[in-house]
């Protein structure tokens, strides 16, 4: 079956400008996952949903990020007031359950270049 | 505080040679769970093996072994008779919860197998 997918696949904006990426998850995973790959800073864990609800959002570095999720499916990442260092290739992911042994399946990748 | 360290940076191999992956992590738990997953030039992470702190035995699959040792404090990743395909970024991850899955990710290792 289909796997996860990103889109767009790359977006480049200007700094101070809001960014929407979208994640679609494979069908019938309840948990879904949100990571950023950057240079700088490597693989960072974001947000985790189980069904529609956050339980865990420790790791958005700031409020001007955001995500949500409907329908337990599609999750978006919304990040406000773009600034140069939020440039990186963001990571979704979606597993069963939440459980560590729900193996998770990652998507591409969006790859966000902040100008 | 949680830690993964992945010192080898890039390494290169020729085709056939067999070659180790070091990872070494920090925890303060008696329970945690340690992962590999594969990056390659796609983008998709993708799954390898996870272990938890309890099961010290060591995993063989087709190539690939992997050796914990938790006097060390390491999960070291082997692949066998190394093929050009094996090229891509490995990373060594860890979890301290059972669920939700926040893993702190090494910063990768950089494998190259040529032909």
């Known amino acids: 079956g289909a796997g996860v997918s990103q889109s767009p696949s790359n977006k480049v904006t200007e700094k101070g400008k809001d960014v929407e990426l979208r994640c679609d998850p494979i069908s019938g995973h309840t948990a879904l996952y949100w990571y950023r790959q950057s240079l700088g800073q490597g693989l960072e864990f974001l947000i985790y949903?189980?069904?529609?609800?956050?339980?865990?959002k420790s790791g958005l570095p700031s409020d001007r990020f955001s995500a949500e999720r409907t329908g337990g499916s599609v999750s978006t990442l919304t990040i406000q007031r773009t600034q140069q260092e939020d440039s990186a290739v963001y990571l979704c992911a979606s597993s069963p359950g939440v459980l560590i042994t729900d193996t998770q399946y990652f998507g591409p990748g969006t790859r966000l270049t902040v100008l | 505080a949680q830690k993964v360290t992945q010192a080898q940076t890039e390494i290169s191999v020729v085709e056939k040679e067999d070659v180790t992956l070091d990872c070494v992590y920090e925890?303060?738990?008696?329970?945690?769970?340690l992962f590999w997953y594969k990056q390659p030039p796609s983008g998709e992470l993708v799954f390898l093996i996870r272990?938890?702190?309890?099961?010290?035995q060591n995993e063989i699959s087709g190539r690939y072994s992997w050796n914990f040792q938790k006097s060390t404090s390491s999960f070291n990743f082997t692949i066998t008779a190394s093929q050009v395909v094996d090229s891509a970024v490995y990373f060594c991850?860890?979890?301290?919860?059972?669920?939700?899955?926040?893993?702190?990710f090494g910063p990768g290792t950089r494998l190259s197998v040529l032909p």
């Open positions: 949903f189980q069904g529609n609800s956050a339980p865990d």
């Open positions: 991850a860890l979890s301290e919860a059972s669920y939700g899955q926040n893993f702190v």
């Open positions: 925890t303060r738990d008696t329970t945690y769970y």
């Open positions: 272990r938890n702190s309890f099961d010290e």
